[in-house]
């Protein structure tokens, strides 16, 4: 029981670290003269691109190969981040289009039209013990499948600013940090399998760091710009409650799929997790590229900065919970 306390323990040192990287965002925010010094942003990018070549060389190939034939897994998952999100957001359509609510149900509607993180929902499903392979192979491809569905779909209630639109950045970004880091390893594993599983604690410990900073570099730059300030009472809280009702529902509605599949634990944590996350990056790019009016841009940014923080605050309570469960069943 000794080892259930010290999980324990380890639980709440995480949250606290995170709770203690908001508040620093708000009292010592990170400015661009700073990167004279250290470059966050840079290091975070190549922390999250160290993640992904520590998983390929965790990886087997016959493993990814076999996993790709989980079909049912795969299509559920992206089915929850393109189908059930906008779909449970459409439902309130009718409400909101007649009246001076309909940009803030735009904006949720936004968020729910989103590809899912990449890196946290990984990371997440790593700690909380569920299936990596199939974690990887779905962020990876719902960030592909993103650059056509966002706009797509946000185009059903505004013009997308076509003249504007520049996914090869995007695309870029998904290959650099994430599809070639994830082949190196690959090739790499062989050769250094055995001494990532050596070191396999402190690698867990490395992937939690740069969930911390991108939690610290999320809040510093909302805010500097002001993000939060912009906006009416009523508004934020229409818009906080919205988002984690969403994220309740969708979680619990991939959670019974899922049973009712009769996926395996770990399957089922990785549906859950990858299906219900969102995009902070893509919401960022998209915010620019969709040709959304300046003075709303704002309001677009906020359902996604708030989901992001709390399903980045409650997936990590989560999936130490889990470990924590799952540890104490070993003992």
């Given at each position: 029981?000794?080892?259930?306390?010290?999980?324990?323990?380890?639980?709440?040192?995480?949250?606290?670290?995170?709770?203690?990287?908001?508040?620093?965002?708000?009292?010592?925010?990170?400015?661009?003269?700073?990167?004279?010094?250290?470059?966050?942003?840079?290091?975070?990018d190549?922390?999250?691109?160290?993640?992904?070549?520590?998983?390929?060389?965790?990886?087997?190939?016959?493993?990814?190969?076999?996993?790709?034939?989980n079909?049912?897994?795969?299509?559920?998952?992206?089915?929850?981040?393109?189908?059930?999100?906008?779909?449970?957001?459409?439902?309130?359509?009718?409400?909101?289009k007649?009246?001076?609510?309909?940009?803030?149900?735009?904006?949720?509607?936004?968020?729910?039209?989103?590809?899912?993180?990449?890196?946290s929902?990984?990371?997440?499903?790593?700690?909380?013990?569920?299936?990596?392979?199939?974690?990887?192979?779905?962020?990876?491809?719902?960030?592909?499948?993103?650059?056509?569905?966002?706009?797509?779909?946000?185009?059903?209630?505004?013009?997308?600013?076509?003249?504007?639109?520049d996914?090869?950045?995007?695309?870029?970004?998904?290959?650099?940090?994430?599809?070639?880091?994830?082949?190196?390893?690959?090739?790499?594993?062989?050769?250094?399998?055995?001494?990532?599983?050596?070191?396999?604690?402190?690698?867990?410990?490395?992937?939690?760091?740069?969930?911390?900073?991108?939690?610290?570099?999320?809040?510093?730059?909302?805010?500097?710009?002001?993000?939060?300030?912009?906006?009416?009472?009523?508004?934020?809280?229409?818009?906080?409650?919205?988002?984690?009702?969403?994220?309740?529902?969708?979680?619990?509605?991939?959670?019974?799929?899922?049973?009712?599949?009769?996926?395996?634990?770990?399957?089922?944590?990785?549906?859950t997790?990858?299906?219900?996350?969102?995009?902070?990056v893509?919401?960022?790019?998209?915010?620019?590229?969709l040709?959304?009016?300046?003075?709303?841009?704002?309001?677009?940014?906020?359902?996604?900065?708030?989901?992001?923080?709390?399903?980045?605050?409650?997936?990590?309570?989560?999936?130490?919970?889990?470990?924590?469960?799952?540890?104490?069943?070993?003992?």
């Amino acid at each position: 029981m000794k080892l259930g306390k010290i999980t324990l323990d380890k639980q709440n040192i995480f949250l606290l670290l995170l709770i203690i990287m908001v508040a620093a965002g708000k009292l010592i925010p990170f400015k661009d003269e700073y990167n004279l010094y250290f470059n966050l942003s840079g290091f975070i990018d190549w922390g999250i691109a160290a993640i992904f070549l520590l998983y390929g060389l965790k990886l087997n190939i016959k493993e990814i190969v076999k996993d790709i034939s989980n079909w049912k897994l795969h299509l559920l998952i992206q089915c929850g981040t393109f189908i059930i999100f906008p779909l449970l957001v459409f439902l309130f359509y009718g409400f909101a289009k007649d009246n001076d609510y309909y940009i803030t149900w735009l904006s949720i509607f936004f968020l729910a039209c989103l590809p899912s993180t990449v890196s946290s929902s990984v990371v997440m499903v790593s700690i909380a013990k569920g299936n990596v392979t199939s974690a990887i192979f779905n962020a990876s491809i719902s960030g592909i499948i993103g650059i056509a569905m966002t706009p797509l779909l946000m185009s059903l209630f505004i013009q997308p600013g076509q003249e504007n639109m520049d996914n090869s950045e995007i695309i870029q970004q998904l290959l650099l940090k994430v599809l070639l880091p994830i082949i190196l390893g690959l090739l790499l594993n062989p050769l250094l399998k055995n001494w990532v599983t050596r070191y396999s604690k402190i690698i867990a410990e490395f992937d939690k760091m740069i969930i911390l900073l991108i939690v610290y570099e999320s809040f510093s730059e909302a805010f500097t710009q002001n993000v939060f300030a912009s906006v009416a009472p009523t508004v934020f809280i229409i818009i906080a409650a919205s988002v984690v009702i969403l994220f309740f529902s969708v979680y619990e509605i991939l959670k019974l799929i899922s049973k009712k599949l009769h996926f395996n634990r770990e399957d089922v944590i990785t549906t859950t997790f990858c299906g219900s996350k969102k995009s902070l990056v893509h919401g960022s790019l998209f915010v620019m590229v969709l040709g959304i009016a300046e003075d709303q841009k704002v309001l677009f940014l906020l359902p996604v900065m708030i989901y992001h923080s709390f399903q980045l605050f409650y997936v990590s309570w989560l999936a130490n919970r889990i470990e924590k469960r799952s540890q104490l069943k070993e003992i």
